[in-house]
């Protein structure tokens, strides 16, 4: 059986992204660079994943949470390359890893080597999939089998350059650094991925020379040089070239950020959700949606998030880890996060609702409405301008314009509980701890700081009202100063 080993090169400096942090460990949706490659090289299951790291900057185990391992059974390992001495050089400070004697007396049979760049995130399990499969058999099993993916792009700039001979066969990959006009005009591009049997890739590494302006060791020479050795090269043409973008600056982090968008995009409207604006939308974690979602522009979605059927997000929404029912309608710029919604709830405009928020069925949260670490019942509706946090609301509850729960004393936090049917009138303090009784109504104005009595009318204003009888409005009475 044909045993694999996944190399993933991420030791670059990674200069070009003028950061201090290290290039592979930029986001795209919000995840490292190097955890969709490593999702991807997990996908084949191969016996193990090297990743190859730099002494300087190392990477951050942020990458390795345990969403990112999905295959638990390959078997990582972080190695460390001395110097960016180039691609090749990153390579052989894996060898003695792969040592090939240790490991044919253990099994024989051959031994492929896939490597990967930690910053080509888009690189897909179905790539790797058919790389793999294009591979030719016999010379696998003649340890002697090299392929690599290349890709057609209308704008090469930056890749290695892929010559062919008269029968198309690839003989050679030129770094554009090392390209003269015409091989600079070549759209075939290398996307960095490689396949060597193990065998081969020992006898070859050796003998790459870093004869070239960067004085480097580049992993591309191995094709000319294998060529030059008798060996057939497979280059496997990606069948969708946008997999293969590297990242080396970070408007290309941009570029590729925006392809990985709308790849999100793409599998939700075929699973039945609408999106308005395929560019208008990021998704920055897991968003899974039942059908006749709709999406509207600017909407932000991190970490996970369920949306249940027929629910609408207004314009400029933001969610954070929500998990919202069916038929609820958020409407624009609100801001939810850790919130669970029930069903045909009506959110915003303008709404901000912070963690640890439970909405029950048909609640209403209306425009200007902060609402933290609270239960709000069936049927319930804040619709203005109110700050309700530490509290359990009944069903039916309504709660005027205005209303605060004091729940903070400058040292704890204390809870109200509003029950069933109350209503409370606008512009209304309740100081925690505190309980409004079944059925109370509270008259506007109030600053309640004793817990009340079911189904009785509650106020603290006197109600003094006055008429001034000689009072003039200053009408054209400007003051020059
Ligand atoms: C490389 C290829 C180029 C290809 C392009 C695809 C070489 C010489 N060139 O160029 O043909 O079109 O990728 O994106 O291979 N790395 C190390 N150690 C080093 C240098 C690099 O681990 O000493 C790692 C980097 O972290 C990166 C990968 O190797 O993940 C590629 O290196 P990079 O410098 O980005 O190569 P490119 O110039 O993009
Ligand atoms: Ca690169």
Not at 9 to 23: D, E, H, I, N, T
Not at 324 to 352: H, N, W
Not at 442 to 455: F, K, M, P
Request: proline share 4%.
């Amino acid at each position: 059986m044909m045993k694999l080993s996944v190399v993933i090169l991420a030791a670059g400096l990674g200069k070009r992204m003028c950061s201090a942090l290290p290039k592979v460990m930029h986001p795209i949706g919000s995840k490292p660079m190097l955890a969709h490659v490593f999702a991807a090289a997990q996908s084949l299951s191969p016996d193990a994943i090297y990743i190859v790291q730099n002494a300087i900057r190392p990477l951050l185990s942020e990458c390795f949470k345990p969403e990112v391992v999905t295959n638990p059974l390959c078997k990582l390992t972080w190695v460390t390359q001395a110097q960016q001495l180039g691609t090749a050089d990153a390579l052989k400070s894996v060898l003695p890893y792969l040592d090939l004697s240790e490991r044919e007396k253990e099994r024989e049979g051959e031994e492929q080597v896939l490597i990967l760049c930690g910053d080509t995130p888009l690189v897909s399990a179905e790539l790797l999939d058919g790389f793999m499969k294009s591979l030719k058999p016999d010379l696998v099993k003649e340890h002697s089998c090299m392929g690599f993916i290349s890709a057609r792009v209308d704008n090469p700039t930056g890749f290695g350059r892929v010559i062919r001979d008269s029968q198309h066969s690839p003989i050679a990959i030129v770094e554009e650094r090392e390209a003269n006009a015409a091989i600079r005009a070549i759209t075939e591009i290398n996307s960095g991925i490689f396949c060597v049997s193990l065998h081969l890739l020992i006898s070859l590494l050796p003998k790459l020379s870093n004869q070239n302006t960067q004085q480097e060791y580049y992993l591309t020479d191995l094709v000319q040089l294998a060529v030059s050795e008798g060996k057939a090269i497979t280059a496997y043409l990606a069948p969708n070239a946008e997999e293969v973008m590297g990242v080396n600056t970070r408007y290309q982090q941009a570029l590729v950020e925006r392809l990985y968008q709308q790849k999100q995009v793409q599998k939700l409207m075929a699973e039945g959700v609408s999106i308005r604006d395929l560019n208008r939308v990021d998704i920055r974690g897991r968003l899974q949606c039942s059908p006749d979602v709709i999406i509207d522009v600017n909407t932000l979605f991190e970490g996970n998030n369920k949306i249940g059927a027929r629910t609408k997000i207004g314009a400029n929404c933001i969610l954070v880890n929500c998990e919202i029912g069916e038929d609820v309608e958020i409407l624009p710029f609100s801001y939810l996060s850790g919130v669970t919604v029930g069903k045909g709830c009506q959110i915003g405009p303008y709404a901000r609702i912070r963690p640890e928020t439970v909405l029950a069925n048909n609640v209403k949260i209306g425009n200007f409405v902060e609402v933290k670490k609270s239960q709000i019942g069936t049927d319930s509706k804040i619709n203005h301008l109110s700050y309700v946090g530490d509290a359990i609301l009944g069903t039916s509850v309504n709660i005027g314009a205005g209303t605060i729960t004091c729940n903070y004393d400058g040292l704890n936090k204390h809870q109200t509980i509003i029950e069933d049917d109350v209503h409370i009138g606008s512009d209304t303090q309740l100081v925690a701890p505190l309980r409004i009784k079944q059925g109370t109504t509270i008259a506007a104005g109030s600053t309640i700081i004793q817990d009340t009595e079911a189904g009785k009318l509650t106020l603290t204003q006197t109600l003094n009202q006055r008429v001034v009888d000689h009072w003039v409005r200053p009408v054209n009475q400007k003051i020059n100063k």
